[in-house]
């Protein structure tokens, strides 16, 4: 009976684990695909930026990602104030658990689907055209089993470093909350509390772009 309660209070919390790095690594491989599809594949203002602001988990400490989340999902957050009123929560909750892991994932499939669509030969595509495929029958058929290895790679890649990652974000979560929410309860101006999550978007934000524009540069 012991082993029992033992083996169920240990496996419960790797399979919740589990499962939520599965799903963030499968939101992963859509989003991760189409972004690093349009990265390469158009010419849109504002392109570099959302390519530097992709790397923005590898530049940004835990602590900082936790702060910019949280601003954004809090109950009185930039997204979290209309949540609000229909009573849907996220900061600290396990979907916030799920947007934070995507975020942290997303880079690792972006970065290893995008060169193998840069490499791709466009002769094949237009060949296919020419034969009367639509786009949909040239991407089943042409262009998925040419970036498919790139997908299980980038997925597998965001997988293990989101294993490894949730229970540091687990632990990390519930001391920040309680941190939050007495930040809250002292900072009562709306201004006040606007303009100190913008600052610390910003610096974020400023960070990266910094270092890809100033890499580029040099």
Known sequence: MANNVRHQTISAPTANQTASTLLAAALNVVFGGIVAWELVRYRFPGKKIIDALVDLPFALPTAVAG????????????????????????????????????FIGLPFVVHTVQPVLEDAEHELEEAAA????????????????????????????????????VPLLSVF??????????????????????????????????????????????
């Open 67 to 102: 702060i910019a989340l949280t601003a954004l999902y809090a109950p009185n957050g930039w997204i979290g104030r209309f949540l609000e009123p229909p009573g849907i929560k996220v900061a600290f909750t396990p979907p916030g658990v799920l947007i934070a892991l995507t």
């Open 130 to 165: 020419s034969l009367g495929a639509h786009p949909l029958q040239t991407f089943s058929r042409v262009i998925f089993p040419t970036i498919l290895p790139a997908l299980m790679t980038g997925f597998a890649l965001a997988f293990l470093t989101l294993f490894l990652f």
């Open 173 to 218: 979560a519930e001391a920040f909350k309680k941190g939050w929410q007495a930040y809250l309860a002292a900072v009562t101006e709306p201004d006040a509390v606007s303009a100190i999550k913008l600052t610390v978007l910003t610096a974020a934000i400023a960070v990266r772009l910094n270092l890809v524009f100033g890499v580029a540069s040099s």
